[in-house]
């Protein structure tokens, strides 16, 4: 008892170089924390991004690349599904609702993705969140788009502007159907998923833009004007993919395997949360880059808890003689440094824990304007605890070289150290 | 009966070729107030190591209070210390982050002995401050904040509390003017011989040996 008092009293005797100790302690311990959480929410946000969808349908490739490109708008299908096939399945009396996908096209770099009413009435991502509209409504008229927030954020869109549609899916396009632009109707709350990123036009609008179109490319002397392609027929021969919810979810294995031994053509099915999971696992190395790295940075600061611990060792030499002469064991002094390191460690993992708490609160505002996504509070889990123990742990494990020199020391001075 | 006994104690610090100390005979009694001389590398800081029990001899015979130190390993050896002696050193006694109050009050809380022997800790420290003239007012404040005098006064009281036989002194009296010094040593003397405690002083300073009823110079006692 009277070591921790000596240990708090001699510790706040040098509190002016020993608050630097403290605070590169807090902000690797706040980096530590901060990478985990941000680990944990870039997790639960992928794993998120899609929801209540029960089955991905695609021209057959892999069921990694079929969710990059028809829920990460990543990479291009190898191969479009005709209409009938989907029309085929979509009939399968398990099957309740159906979202078809068109998807080929962009604005300024962001995808254009072609679908129907029933993408607004079905889709849902997060905790099975339903899309929200920050202004306007769903799209009506072949011509009509539906903007995502950050669409129409970063470009600086509102309801009744009109948008130009590029050929492909660069971020410089050089073909534009510039003769057939669309109109803003709606722009979608922020998810926090790529669909942020996204802008929603009708199927019949991706394939009126084609109609003067011949196997990809314009065709010259052939030109179809807007109003003209509105008296065609618009219904779609090809779309790229298209979700499926089943009536019950137990189906879900069985309707899979129909669909990819579907005969009339080859195509893949698969459950969005095995790949998603899957997907993850493919990225994890990332999360273990970041773990090594904000472990290092905490190794860093106790190595300028230590370093400040034994270039003390010299001036207090005369205060473990004097803590020796009233008494004081070597092990005293042995505990001593070890104790000081110790409620350094614990008020560096609790200064940094605040540091979290309180920089989260202060960023949300900013990352929900930006990204869509809102930060939970954050509290400590068993899994933050436990890094915390390791931090204090380490910590106690480095205090072992002064407080082992210091004990060997005050053996040998004993009372006798003139400084 | 004799507080420190020893005879044909020797000590010889590692890796030298001969002795540093090589004693045939100190007996000093109890209450006795015993002044030790001698000029620096005579040895007097090898025989107060070996009198608080952080060197043992090696060889001879080192009694104290009637207990062989030899016999003794470092652990019981600084349990005794503790126990039974008080240490005063040239400067520089006390814990700058602790209280005047406080900084007396140390020894009670590594000693049970003292602490038992001190009854009221904060009251006994309280009594001796008085007794050495430091007014109430100094007793809360930081250490820093005294005279060197001061100082040297609450490393008295420190050594005093909770009776301990034995006041070991290492030139405390080095920094002071010497009219302070008078003084001190005057306040020593008083406060030991209220406990009965007996005091082992050691100095260079032959001026000081007059206030001593005995006087030995390590000087000629070491043979070494």
Known sequence: MILFKL???SLWNRRASLLLTLFSIAISVALLLGVEYIRKEAKSSFLNTISGT??????????VQLLLYSVFRIGNATNNISWQSYQDIA????????????????????????TNQDYFRHYRYADKRLLAFAEGKPFAGVFDAVLGAEVARKLGYRLGDNIVIAHGAAATSFTLHDDKPF??????????????????????GIEAIHIDWVNGAKVSGYQVSADEALQKNLQPKVITAFMVGLKNRAAAFRVQRDINDYKREPLLATVPGVALADLWQALGMFETVLRIISGLVVVAGLLGMLTTLLST????????????????????????FVLEAGVLAVLGCLLGAMLVMVGLVAARPWVMAEYGLYLSTWLPDSGDALLLAAVAGLALLFSL?????????SLQDGLTVRV | MDVIALSNLHYRWAGQSRDTLALAELRVRKGEHLFIRGASGSGKTTLLNLLAGILTPASGSLTILGQGLQAMGSAARDRFRADHMGVIFQQFNLLPYLSVLENVQLPCEFSARRKQRAGKVQAS??????????ATSLQQRAVTGLSVGQQQRVAVARALIGSPEILIADEPTSALDTDTRDGFLQLLFQEAEAQGSTIVFVSHDPHIAGHFPRVVDLGELNQA
């Open chain 1, 54 to 63: 029960d089955l991905v349908v695609g021209a057959r490739s892999g069921p």
């Open chain 1, 313 to 336: 060792l010299n001036e207090r030499r005369r205060e473990m003689a004097i803590l020796r002469a009233v008494g004081a064991y070597p092990r005293h002094v042995f505990l001593l």
């Open chain 1, 401 to 409: 070289i002064p407080g082992a020199i210091a004990y060997r020391r």
């Open chain 1, 91 to 114: 009939a399968n009396p398990l099957v309740e609702w159906t979202i078809p996908i068109s998807l080929g096209d962009s604005h300024q770099g962001y995808r254009v993705l072609g």
């Open chain 1, 183 to 204: 109109t803003v109707t709606g722009i979608l709350a922020p998810t926090g998923t790529p669909l942020d990123r996204t802008v929603h036009v009708s199927l019949e």
């Open chain 1, 7 to 9: 240990t708090l009293h």
């Open chain 2, 125 to 134: 420290a309280r009594r001796l401050l008085d007794h050495l003239g430091l």
